[in-house]
């Protein structure tokens, strides 16, 4: 049972001998049924144990937290690790209907970016940014779903830095034969949401044992990425279905580009200007006539 689990059941259990019978049926359906309520609506929830709505909510607020909201987050955490996608899949068939499915899933990942901006830490994000303007080498590791954030910053990345290198994680001897030379020169950038990677963690802290900056991107302090990184910085990734959210942990690594150019402006104008021109010699760009026709 993780930390986050802990926390709620004790919340619940501090709480019982002050509970009406209609906040004790929640609280003993929350404890059997966790993966579910993670994902049901107030109204549901209150529906599903006969109990209204403003019930449910006050419950939430009776055992420590801001609303109905902040409690299913709570419950997502503690089942995130855990669920296969085939659990996750039904699940989400189980609780929206077809119709509603591009509406909440669009609502999901903008509250995902607003939670994002108001919790992670921006003296973090800018002394990560600070320590990468003067590293020999740069690593970026992402696996799984992961990887694809991992290729979007290795592109840009090597617009920037003279030395990146994406390391490929399909293996952990391959990892480690990729990072051999790493050391405190160099940064290790890794990028993992639950279900964690543990070939990443592992390299992670192979990286730290070497002395090299560490930045873990990933979604919780309690993550194992947490306790090797020298820098954490945290992206909210809630699932959506069988799919993972990864508009935040994207924007954050938009973010992270562009303050990593402007702050290296005039190495990256350079790098830049020489592209462009290779990209005209050779047409690697369709030119688009801006005439009306």
């Known amino acids: 049972m993780n930390r986050m689990n802990i926390q709620l059941i004790a919340r619940i259990h501090e709480k019982m001998p002050d509970f009406s019978k209609g906040q004790r049926r929640i609280a003993k359906y929350i404890e059997e049924h966790y993966d579910k309520v993670a994902f049901m609506t107030a109204s549901k929830l209150g529906a599903t144990v006969g109990v209204s709505e403003s019930t449910v909510v006050r419950f939430a607020t009776e055992i420590g937290y801001s609303g109905y909201p902040e409690l299913q987050r709570a419950m997502k955490e503690m089942i995130r690790s855990r669920l296969t996608s085939v659990q996750r899949l039904e699940i989400t068939s189980q609780n929206y209907q077809t119709s509603q499915l591009l509406s909440a ?16 830490s921006h003296e973090a ?3 990560a940014a600070d320590s990468m303007l003067h590293v020999r080498k740069v690593y970026i590791l992402g696996a799984r779903s992961s990887q694809a954030l991992a290729t979007f910053m290795a592109y840009y990345f090597n617009l920037i830095f003279e030395n990146v290198q994406m390391v490929n994680c399909t293996s952990e001897a391959e990892i480690f034969e990729q990072m051999v030379n790493v050391g405190e020169e160099d940064a290790v950038i890794a990028i993992s949401f639950p279900r964690y990677s543990r070939k990443v963690v592992k390299a992670l802290h192979f990286a730290s044992d070497r002395k090299a900056k560490v930045i873990a991107i990933t979604d919780s302090p309690l993550s194992p990425l947490a306790e090797p990184a020298t820098y954490l910085l945290l992206a909210q990734s809630d699932m959506a279905s069988f799919v993972d959210s990864l508009v935040a942990p994207l924007s954050l690594i938009n973010a992270f580009i562009v303050t990593i150019a402007i702050k290296k402006k ?7 200007l020489r592209l462009e021109e290779i990209w ?9 006539d801006d005439k009306e026709t």
């Not at 899933?105 to 992670?120: A, C, G, K, Y």
């Open 105 to 120: 899933v669009l609502n999901q990942d903008i509250d995902i970016i607003r939670r994002t901006m108001e919790e992670t």
């Open 125 to 127: 994000f800018y002394q």
């Open 266 to 272: 005039a190495e990256v104008s350079q790098n830049l």
């Open 280 to 288: 005209d010699q050779y047409g690697v760009y369709e030119k688009v």
